[in-house]
């Protein structure tokens, strides 16, 4: 039997991100969970920022953002940017971020995030308590640790944090499958267990 829930943001979990926005010399940090991919080809996202965060006029004033993906290593960060204004504080400073210059975009990378992915905003949508930036991705940056030889990018090792409904948690890399499994042929089934085995051995 199921319990019966007033309409309310129940998916889960939630990537939860650092957005960084502004400039090199004048920048901000903003703590993100609703956030996610909306298109393939441009290659598209979104951030939902309430109006009256010291961050949203930044972002709609310059039109760009980048998302930085937070290992656990930096989840106490994550937070602090979350709860702390921009209005009163220097995020980088208060909590030893390191500034780094993106490829398309003014607003900073951190650098210690292992993956940087640069955002152009294409549309805004007013939704109520949020409003919603749309944007193309125009630059992508990981950390080259975590890209293999052939150019895979291993996710399971940069120890990447969910959100739950108000709680931070570490993703554990323990795979499951992966897409098309279910209806993989035994031959191939075979080859990708041998190319996994092979993988662990390194």
Same mark, same amino acid.
């Given at each position: 039997?199921?319990?019966?829930?007033?309409?309310?943001?129940?998916?889960?979990?939630?990537?939860?991100?650092?957005?960084?926005?502004?400039?090199?010399?004048?920048?901000?940090?903003?703590?993100?969970?609703?956030?996610?991919?909306?298109?393939?080809?441009?290659?598209?996202?979104?951030?939902?920022?309430?109006?009256?965060?010291?961050?949203?006029?930044?972002?709609?004033?310059?039109? &760009?953002?980048?998302?930085?993906?937070?290992? +656990?290593?930096?989840?106490? =960060? %994550? *937070?602090?940017?979350?709860?702390?204004? #921009?209005?009163?504080?220097?995020?980088?400073?208060?909590?030893?971020?390191?500034?780094?210059?993106?490829?398309?975009?003014?607003?900073?990378?951190?650098?210690?995030?292992?993956?940087?992915?640069?955002?152009?905003?294409?549309?805004?949508?007013?939704?109520?308590?949020?409003?919603?930036?749309?944007?193309?991705?125009?630059?992508?940056?990981?950390? &080259?640790?975590?890209?293999?030889?052939?150019? +895979?990018?291993?996710?399971? =090792? %940069? *120890?990447?944090?969910?959100?739950?409904? #108000?709680?931070?948690?570490?993703?554990?890399?323990?795979?499951?499958?992966?897409?098309?499994?279910?209806?993989?042929?035994?031959?191939?089934?075979?080859?990708?267990?041998?190319?996994?085995?092979?993988?662990?051995?390194?």
């Amino acid at each position: 039997m199921k319990i019966k829930s007033k309409p309310g943001p129940l998916l889960a979990p939630l990537p939860t991100v650092m957005v960084s926005c502004g400039t090199m010399y004048e920048s901000n940090i903003l703590t993100v969970a609703w956030t996610g991919i909306i298109n393939t080809n441009p290659p598209m996202t979104y951030i939902s920022v309430q109006p009256k965060r010291h961050s949203h006029d930044i972002i709609e004033k310059s039109g &760009e953002f980048v998302i930085n993906l937070v290992p +656990a290593s930096l989840v106490k =960060a %994550m *937070d602090f940017c979350g709860v702390k204004s #921009g209005r009163d504080i220097d995020k980088f400073e208060a909590q030893g971020l390191t500034r780094e210059q993106g490829d398309t975009v003014e607003a900073p990378l951190i650098a210690e995030s292992p993956v940087n992915i640069e955002c152009k905003i294409k549309d805004t949508v007013r939704l109520g308590s949020h409003d919603m930036f749309m944007a193309e991705i125009t630059a992508v940056h990981v950390d &080259e640790k975590y890209v293999d030889e052939n150019g +895979a990018y291993d996710f399971g =090792a %940069m *120890d990447l944090v969910a959100f739950t409904h #108000g709680k931070y948690y570490r993703l554990v890399p323990e795979e499951l499958g992966f897409f098309g499994f279910s209806v993989m042929k035994p031959k191939t089934a075979k080859r990708k267990a041998a190319e996994k085995a092979k993988r662990k051995r390194r």
